[in-house]
């Protein structure tokens, strides 16, 4: 089991930057891959940013350029930075690791944290 905790959500005027956190209860050096997603009420679950173990990350194109997710190993932290925030990155942000054992994926959830942009 993985248990992930996420922290530093909160209200911010638009234009400004956020950093959330996503502690695991393991080495996240044993998750395959960790992500963040947002989701806002009534609409489906969207994935915001992924970082394999190895620190490689990748980003929808939607996504690109105001969102930077990064890694402590040390730390079993992965943090998502969020910058020149608008109205509409208002929304529950999940933190989210995949662990693969041969070929069995399983998924692990945080209980989110709400960013609210707005003036």
């Known amino acids: 089991q993985v248990q992930l905790v996420e922290s530093g959500g909160g209200l911010v005027q638009p234009g400004g930057s956020l950093r959330l956190s996503c502690t695991a209860s393991t080495s996240i050096l044993s998750i395959n891959t960790m992500n963040w997603y947002r989701q806002v009420p009534g609409k489906e679950r969207e994935l915001v940013a992924t970082i394999t173990s190895g620190g490689g990350a990748n980003y929808p194109d939607s996504m690109k350029g105001r969102f930077t997710i990064s890694r402590d190993n040390a730390k079993n932290t992965v943090y998502l930075e969020m910058s020149s925030l608008k109205p509409e990155d208002t929304a529950v942000y999940y933190c989210?690791?995949?662990?693969?054992?041969?070929?069995?994926?399983?998924?692990?959830w945080g209980q989110g944290t709400q960013v609210t942009v707005s003036s």
């Open positions: 989210n690791a995949v662990k693969w054992i041969g070929l069995r994926r399983t998924n692990y």
